[in-house]
């Protein structure tokens, strides 16, 4: 087994073992990145000088730590949970004296001053930051296709999509170019990437992880998450970027657990509950069979199924296709010109922000700022923002419901697995269509996580999803850590 | 629910975008296929439902008003497409 494809935990033990270095480490993952990425086309920012000056300071954290039976003076304090570990950031996550694009012409020369919360948190645990990920433009996507830079490629199948919009975190992932991602997800775009990739990622409940830096979409939905190669990184990691941030006043104070210990492997008596809403018409039958049989393991291993109804899950795009781009049509007025990013002069100051703005979006975020700009009008507000909100309401009433009859709820995460580059670029409506199992979480402002559990006939890989209510990863990280442990599928990895 | 040539330019217009005929044409076929999509949410009674703007059982969050250094001004500047003696720089407002 090469270097790069450990996972987070297994690199951990290794290094501290004294088996390799940090430097060994880092160096096999660019050297990784070097060979597939020109393929993959998962990263839109390389640090490599960077990354191997990190990997430098935690060795001699390690080594002089060693040699004084302490703690050293030089590099970084031995022992930390990320020493060593090289990851990846989605390139909406500030990162100070790096380019941060978010996919767009608008901020390509952007260069942010400091970091965001999350990134720096895995810093002061030891990571290595190798660069940034490619993204759909201001995460406004299910593909990367929207990125106004190039198409991310699936690992699985060069000539399908990688999912969206953290899809450059979730194919680096997958093609073993980093050992843990930051991604976000607002409507799926952790989860759905995941499934597509075959890899696992998790989104929190809103309010869980801070998003100070994390260039804004729709603040009411907005997370961060993280992708890895197994479910015990991403425990690992949620339990670094998790917990209150005075500078961001919605991060909640609540304590942050050791998610490591949900990793039980027992999952008796634990009640699973699968939503009839979830299982459509239309989607793929293999995508279907697959969270069957995975349900069908669970109720093996111990769990109790209980089916549960979600009755307004059909409400659910229109809802979220309302509400974000509401929000993200307030959000996005920052970029006019003036503080940051591109400027195209245009005569006065409103002839600037509007050649500016023109130009410098792409065509689905020009897209959704006309339908929330058009949602939050005079005279369609009630009918469709307000509306959204009220609807709203009744989608998270149905999780509370569940959540007092079942532990966590299991569906799959996409009605399809990976779809072809361009399928799907110039129907909007079927694009959003690929968000369907994904949406309500994030009205409903719960946590959830999107881990392998078959693969089509193509050979391209299923997601099963696994909702817990808000704050309520650790039930999450059990049953899918159960289910991960007695199954095969994440072992399994794409020939690039 | 179509959208008029009318109402298209006029979103544009509140959205501070400087769209092409090309684009105004191509939003206004997409944007009312999506908007007629979206009619069955009409079909929801919502009367007596209140609405939801956030999850989170949080409202007004005050922290102590500490003064902090802040970022240096020639960090925040380094990014601004004009500058000029330690100000953003932009067109005339006024003639």
């Given at each position: 087994m090469e270097l790069y494809q450990l996972t987070t935990h297994e690199a951990s033990r290794r290094l501290a073992a004294g088996e390799f270095s940090a430097v060994e480490l880092t160096e096999a993952v660019l050297e990784r990145i070097l060979a597939v990425d020109n393929d993959v086309k998962a990263y839109l920012t390389l640090t490599p000088e960077e990354a191997l000056a990190q990997a430098r300071a935690a060795d001699v954290g390690a080594s002089l730590a060693d040699a004084r039976g302490g703690q050293p003076r030089g590099g970084q304090p031995r022992g930390l949970p990320l020493q060593g570990i090289p990851m990846a950031i989605k390139d909406v996550l500030c990162t100070e004296g790096i380019p941060t694009t978010c996919g767009s012409r608008i901020l390509e020369n952007f260069v942010p001053p400091y970091d965001a919360t999350a990134v720096a948190r895995l810093k002061a645990a030891g990571a290595i930051l190798l660069g940034k990920t490619n993204t759909d433009e201001f995460t406004m996507g299910s593909s990367t296709e929207n990125s106004a830079f190039f198409t991310t490629h699936n690992p699985w199948d060069l000539s399908r999509v990688p999912g969206g919009s953290s899809g450059g975190s979730a194919a680096a992932i997958a093609a073993d170019e980093c050992l843990g991602a930051l991604g976000t997800d607002t409507g799926g775009s952790v989860r759905q990437p995941a499934a597509l990739c075959g890899v696992v990622g998790l989104k929190p409940t809103y309010?869980?992880?801070?998003?100070?830096g994390l260039v804004a979409f729709a603040s009411s939905l907005d997370q961060i998450g993280v992708l890895t190669k197994d479910v015990t990184d991403a425990a690992l990691l949620l339990g670094v970027i998790a917990g209150h941030d005075p500078r961001d006043s919605t991060s909640m104070d609540v304590p942050v657990p050791d998610y490591t210990a949900a990793l039980t492997g027992d999952v008796r008596g634990v009640r699973v509950g699968v939503p009839k809403e979830y299982f459509i018409e239309g989607m793929q039958p293999e995508v279907e069979a697959a969270v069957h049989a995975a349900v069908g393991q669970l109720a093996d291993l111990g769990a109790e199924i209980v089916e549960v109804s979600l009755p307004h899950t059909d409400y659910a795009l229109p809802v979220y296709y309302l509400i974000a781009p509401a929000e993200a049509s307030a959000n996005l007025a920052r970029y006019d010109g003036v503080r940051y990013g591109l400027r195209v002069g245009g005569g006065g100051l409103i002839e600037t922000y509007k050649a500016t703005r023109g130009q410098g979006f792409g065509p689905e975020v020009k897209r959704r700022i006309m339908l929330g700009a058009y949602a939050l009008s005079a005279g369609y507000y009630d009918a469709y923002y307000l509306k959204a909100q009220k609807a709203r309401t009744l989608i998270k009433a149905d999780f509370d419901a569940a959540f007092g009859q079942v532990d966590v709820i299991v569906a799959p995460t996409s009605p399809t697995t990976a779809f072809r580059i361009g399928e799907k670029v110039d129907d909007p409506l079927q694009m959003y269509l690929s968000d369907v199992f994904t949406l309500s979480m994030n009205l409903a402002g719960i946590c959830g996580l999107s881990l392998p559990c078959g693969f089509d006939a193509g050979d391209l890989p299923i997601g099963l999803q696994v909702m817990g209510p808000a704050f309520g990863e650790e039930a999450v990280l059990r049953v899918a850590y159960a289910y991960e442990q007695a199954t095969e599928w994440h072992k399994r990895r794409p020939l690039l | 629910m179509k959208l008029s040539r009318e109402e298209v330019e006029h979103i544009a217009e509140l959205a501070r975008l400087a769209l092409s005929d090309e684009e105004l044409t191509l939003y206004q076929e997409q944007l009312s296929a999506i908007l007629e999509h979206f009619e069955r949410l009409q079909e929801l009674d919502t009367e007596a439902i209140p609405p939801t703007a956030t999850v989170l059982p949080l409202r007004s969050v005050m922290r102590a008003d500490e003064p902090r250094p802040p970022l240096p001004r020639e960090d925040i500047l380094a990014n601004a497409p004009a500058a000029e003696e330690g100000c953003f720089k932009v067109p005339a407002v006024l003639e």
């Open positions: 309010g869980r992880v801070s998003r100070y | -």
